[in-house]
């Protein structure tokens, strides 16, 4: 579940959009802070990375198409703010996870949040990722 988790922020970060319903993200390289809260870790954990994002839309309807096994629901997008919700089912039927998640994009900033609701047999557990970014400057 941790490796959905993962993959749903670097998703929500550096999908590419063609669509006209995205946000605007200004192209570069990109600083981005992930900090995952979950009940059995002593603290929080952080985790930086630099990726180059070529594209000046971050689109929600791309965020997940990758994955057969989440749904979107409720996307939002207003400005330079994108809300969504997500389902996603454990192929072998062991599990759940649903997720809340919002993005704003503000000049050569961001900011974000995903919470989740993780449920494997009868244990259901909470699992909160925050994320913050800037643009350093201009991909290699």
């Known amino acids: 579940m941790k490796r959905i ?18 946000i605007e993200i200004t192209p570069g390289k990109w600083r981005i802070t992930a900090t995952s809260n979950m009940p059995m870790m002593p603290q929080p954990q952080s985790k930086t990375t630099e990726e180059c994002i070529k594209e000046s839309k971050i689109s929600p309807t791309t965020l997940f198409k990758e994955n057969n096994e989440c749904r979107l629901a409720d996307v939002k997008v207003d400005g330079n703010d994108m809300a969504w919700q997500m389902t996603c089912d454990n192929p072998q039927g062991e599990g759940s996870l649903s997720a809340d998640g919002i993005l ?26 925050t994320w913050e970014g800037e643009r350093i400057g201009d991909c290699d």
């Open 5 to 22: 988790a993962m993959t749903a922020i670097a998703i929500c970060l550096l999908s590419a959009a063609h669509a006209d319903d995205g």
């Open 104 to 129: 704003t994009v503000a000049g050569d900033n961001l900011q974000g949040r995903i919470e989740m609701a993780i449920k494997v047999a009868d244990q259901s557990m909470n699992y909160d990722i």
